[in-house]
């Protein structure tokens, strides 16, 4: 059976690219598009079932884009999901016919969420419509079990941190029991492949982890979710992650809150199939540390 199929468009390279993994891992079909003219292009070649779009782009803007696609015969009816982080401008959007809006920052899960809701709404409209659908074959999302499926692992192998990374020894291993509070974790992250090995470890630790994109969205987050843990790239852009940190510290509300800085974890072991990530000293030495704040 056919996947569902997903264009996203969306301007900044690193979050479309890791909403793309993670659609994928979910057993969607995904395209991308850097900006509005591009995202008009690519849904008049493949159709897809639904869109997933930023406001604010260069050359055409979500606003602009979503006008153009109903003018279009073929894109009256696909289902178009907005992404902002304005209030305001999500109050023009709802004067519209866009389908759906998720505002940033915001989980992978709630993305996949959105995505199911709108399509099973459409579903519904067209079997009330006496439209027949053929529902295409969609994997049920397990958010965290993505690094399993890719390295082709059954269910029994994945039972421990070792056995997904292999260069880890039995230190590491956190010992919880689910009826335990999850820690909150927030990682400012923008390697996408980075991100996934680290949010597989985390979860396997017993964390929930949000993946933040940039600083104001890392203090928003830390505002409004209170984290127990905060987790820094150093090397970020332009940010700098030591003066991030200093900013949350004279936060009243998040003065307590650990704050990890990381650099240099390790690299990609290639010369096995399939390839898997190999921490390095200082990588031991940050798993280490943030296994014990876990722990406390």
């Not at 009256?76 to 209030?87: M, Q, S």
């Not at 920052?105 to 199911?116: G, T, Y």
Request: proline letters at 4%; glycine letters at 6%; aromatic letters at 8%.
């Amino acid at each position: 059976m056919q996947k569902i199929k997903v264009l996203i468009v969306e301007d900044e390279n690193d979050l479309r690219t890791l909403m793309a993994l993670e659609l994928e891992s979910a057993g969607y079909s995904v395209s991308q598009a850097g900006d509005g003219d591009e995202g008009l292009t690519v849904a008049g070649q493949i159709r897809p079932d639904i869109i997933i779009s930023d406001v604010v782009m260069p050359k055409k803007d979500g606003n602009q884009f979503l006008k153009d696609l109903r003018k279009a015969e073929f894109g009256k009816k696909i289902p178009f999901v907005i992404l902002t982080a304005r209030v305001k401008m999500r109050e023009y959007f709802e004067l519209t016919d866009a389908d759906a809006f998720l505002e940033k920052p915001f989980k992978m899960a709630e993305l996949v969420d959105v995505i199911k809701k709108v399509l099973s709404k459409e579903r519904k409209e067209k079997i009330g419509t006496g439209q027949k659908e053929t529902i295409p074959e969609t994997a049920e999302i397990i958010m965290h079990d993505d690094m399993t499926k890719l390295r082709g692992m059954s269910p029994v192998e994945k039972t421990s941190v070792e056995t997904l990374y292999p260069g880890l020894s039995g230190k590491y291993k956190v010992k919880r029991t689910f009826s335990e509070k999850k820690k909150k974790v927030i990682l400012l992250e923008n390697d996408a492949e980075i991100y996934r090995e680290l949010d597989s470890i985390l979860t396997q630790w017993h964390c929930e982890v949000h993946l933040v994109a940039n600083a104001d969205e890392c203090l928003q987050e830390a505002i409004s979710w209170v984290p127990d843990i905060i987790i820094l790239k150093e090397i970020f852009e332009k940010l700098n992650a030591r003066e991030l940190a200093d900013r949350i510290k004279n936060m009243p509300r998040l003065q307590t809150i650990p704050v990890v800085i990381y650099n240099y974890l390790g690299e990609w072991n290639k010369r096995v199939q399939p390839k898997y990530f190999e921490f390095n000293k200082d990588g031991h030495h940050f798993l280490g540390m943030v296994k014990n704040l876990i722990e406390k």
